[in-house]
C-alpha cells in the first residue's frame, strides 16, 4: 500500500528563531508546517552524543505525540581552538539553564587569549524527519557552515552565536546577515534544503 501523501509536518522546537528560518525555506514547497508548542508538545531531553542523535529524538518524540510526520534539527558551534568545544553543548555552554547571551559570553571569555588565525569555528546542522509509524526510516541529513570567532558581537539578528560568528565570504557576522542571505550560506538553510528536497521527491514517489 502507498504511503499516505505528506503535506503536514511538525517542526520539533521550541526555538522561535529556528522555526522562523525553517518556515521561510518551506514557503514554496506546499507543505505546512506547525510549530510543536501549538500542540501543547514539549521537547525532550537531549541526551545523544552527536546532533544526529539529538535531532532523532526531537523528531520522534513529536511524530509520536502528534500522529504526524515531523522534521527536527540539532545544531551548534564547533569551535578548533577548543577541540570541538562547545558542540552538541552549544545551547547549555555555560549552564543548563543558560541563556544566549551567557552562552556567548563563556565563548568570548574562553577565546580571548586566542589569535586570529586560530579562530576557526563551524557551525553544524543535522536536519531529520521521522514517521510516527516508525515504519518508514527517518531521513536524515547533515550541513556545515565554516567561519570565524569574532572578538566582540557585531549585529542585532539572528540568535545563538550568530552575533560573534563571521562569514568569511560576506564578511558579516551571521547577526548582520539578513534572514535570505544567511539561509543560502547557513548550516540550517543547506540543511533544511536538502531535507525538503528528500520530502519532495517522497511526495512525487
Not at 521537547?43 to 502528534?66: H, I, Q, V, W
Amino acid at each position: 500500500m502507498k504511503a499516505p501523501l505528506i503535506a503536514k509536518l511538525v517542526f520539533a522546537s521550541d526555538n522561535p528563531g529556528k522555526f522562523r528560518e525553517v518556515r521561510e525555506l518551506f514557503r514554496d514547497s506546499g507543505l505546512t508546517l506547525v510549530p510543536q508548542s501549538e500542540l501543547g508538545i514539549a521537547s525532550p531531553e537531549e541526551t545523544g552524543s552527536t546532533f544526529t542523535d539529538n535531532a532523532l529524538l526531537k523528531a520522534r518524540f513529536a511524530a509520536s505525540a502528534s500522529g504526524l510526520p515531523a522534521i527536527a534539527d540539532d545544531s551548534g558551534i564547533t569551535v578548533d581552538a577548543l577541540d570541538g568545544r562547545p558542540g552538541v553543548r552549544s545551547a547549555r555552554y555555560a549552564g543548563d539553564a543558560a541563556s544566549d547571551e551567557q552562552n556567548v559570553d563563556k565563548l568570548l571569555e574562553e577565546m580571548a587569549q586566542v589569535p586570529d588565525e586560530a579562530r576557526g569555528a563551524g557551525f553544524h546542522c543535522a536536519a531529520v524527519l521521522a514517521f510516527p509509524d516508525e515504519v518508514r526510516p527517518p531521513i536524515c541529513v547533515e550541513a556545515v557552515w565554516r567561519g570565524t570567532i569574532l572578538r566582540e558581537r557585531r549585529g542585532d539578528g539572528g540568535f545563538g552565536y550568530d552575533p560573534v560568528f563571521l562569514d568569511p565570504q560576506a564578511g558579516k557576522s551571521g547577526a548582520q546577515m539578513n534572514r535570505d542571505d544567511k539561509n543560502r550560506v547557513s548550516h540550517r538553510g543547506k540543511a533544511f534544503r536538502a531535507l525538503k528536497e528528500r520530502i519532495l521527491e517522497l511526495r512525487r514517489n
